[in-house]
């Protein structure tokens, strides 16, 4: 199988999974106890049908949107994900870039295996910064004030990892960062050479923003799960969030809002943006699907914020669907971490053109030639 071979996310995942030894493809594709929520997530959108107008003219598509004071070439774009190097050696590298030549916002977790600085000085699309509130604050604060510094475009503070969630399948493989090889999957590694050898050979593996201050995730072996529960400072609340946004002074997001009551203190805070997420699944299982909570808070919230709906999508009707809803935006981790597992930044890119193609596509079928046209009155419900 190769890259061309590859024409909708689920390729690339088949891909990913032929080219990653299985504790790391495991971490991507894996979510929280049975693993109905990451279903759920992309199964929400069949629920909800679309209903085209015809005869509209539609020689010219304009699907760009603003959002977090960014105008974007695309109403889609990559959420912030930890531990990219593991996945393929470009890492966040390669993400960036590709972002960078779609025009659309890209984002790097506290947890990223690229600096702060790094991305500042060589990435010019809107760039935001996945904030993980840790018990030192001296970690905190250095995060906040080097963002400004990179000129960083958001901030956006993860809300709903209070403490790990019950990932199965990393328990069964053992995975940690950095990774331990175990009797059980040591066979996963050597089957996968390639993946061993950039591992080995290129730059040492780290936590770039975290490991001036912690060992843990670059020089000691930690579950993703363990770091959450033992680093991450469960005593966040919403008078923290507000003194984060002061200190911030900028774009302001809130990742991980699920309830109509969240998205209203969000807004009352002063956060420009919430995305809409119940962080792939991987968190409470059993939880709604980002789709299905965003009619609501797009009518709570939709005219004092830009609500942003994460998780789930994996073709541009699903995005269509979303901003007929009233998101302002998508985003999505997955859709193009296994195009980043499968091919690095060519992989990330050829996923975002097939992505952008199809919700161009789709506009043209929908009679539509700004996402500004899309409404509710465009959709069906089951």
Not at 222 to 251: C, H
Not at 315 to 344: E, I, N, Q
């Amino acid at each position: 199988m190769r890259i061309t071979d590859c024409h909708n996310v689920n390729d690339f995942r088949t891909l990913a999974k032929k080219r990653l030894p299985f504790p790391i493809f495991d971490y991507i594709d894996g979510a929280a106890d049975d693993e109905v929520t990451r279903r759920r997530n992309t199964a929400a959108y069949e629920s909800c049908d679309l209903v085209p107008n015809v005869l509209a003219g539609v020689e010219d598509i304009d699907m760009s949107v603003t959002v977090m004071g960014q105008k974007l070439a695309m109403p889609l774009f990559l959420s912030p994900t930890a531990l990219q190097r593991l996945f393929h050696w470009q890492g966040e590298r390669g993400v960036a870039r590709a972002a960078e030549k779609f025009g659309t916002f890209f984002g790097i977790s506290s947890l990223a295996t690229v600096s702060i600085e790094e991305i500042g000085q060589s990435i010019s699309t809107p760039k935001m910064f996945q904030f993980y509130v840790h018990k030192d604050k001296g970690l905190n604060q250095s995060m906040i004030e080097r963002c400004k510094a990179a000129r960083f475009d958001a901030l956006t503070l993860t809300v709903d990892t209070i403490v790990g969630g019950n990932r199965e399948r990393c328990l069964r493989s053992g995975f940690t960062s950095p990774p331990k090889i175990t009797p059980s999957s040591f066979l996963s590694y050597a089957a996968k050479p390639a993946w061993g050898l950039n591992y080995m050979l290129r730059e040492k593996f780290e936590l770039s923003n975290l490991k001036d201050h912690v060992g843990e995730g670059t020089n000691v072996a930690l579950s993703v799960a363990d770091y959450f529960n033992t680093m991450l400072d469960q005593s966040l609340n919403w008078e923290m969030a507000a003194d984060i946004r002061k200190d911030w002074d900028g774009e302001f997001c809130l990742k991980g809002i699920m309830s109509v009551e969240d998205a209203k203190r969000a807004a009352d805070i002063g956060a420009t943006a919430i995305m809409v997420s119940n962080h792939g699944g991987r968190q409470l299982d059993g939880s709604r699907a980002p789709f299905d909570q965003l009619a609501e808070i797009c009518d709570a919230v939709g005219d004092r914020i830009d609500v942003i709906c994460d998780g789930g999508i994996t073709r541009g009707s699903h995005v269509l669907k979303a901003l007929s809803v009233g998101a302002k935006a998508c985003s999505g981790g997955r859709l193009y971490l296994y195009a980043l597992a499968a091919a690095g930044q060519v992989g990330v890119e050829r996923i975002l053109g097939l992505l952008q193609t199809e919700i161009e596509r789709d506009m043209k079928l929908m009679g539509v030639t700004s996402v500004d046209q899309l409404s509710r009155d465009n959709l069906r419900w089951r």
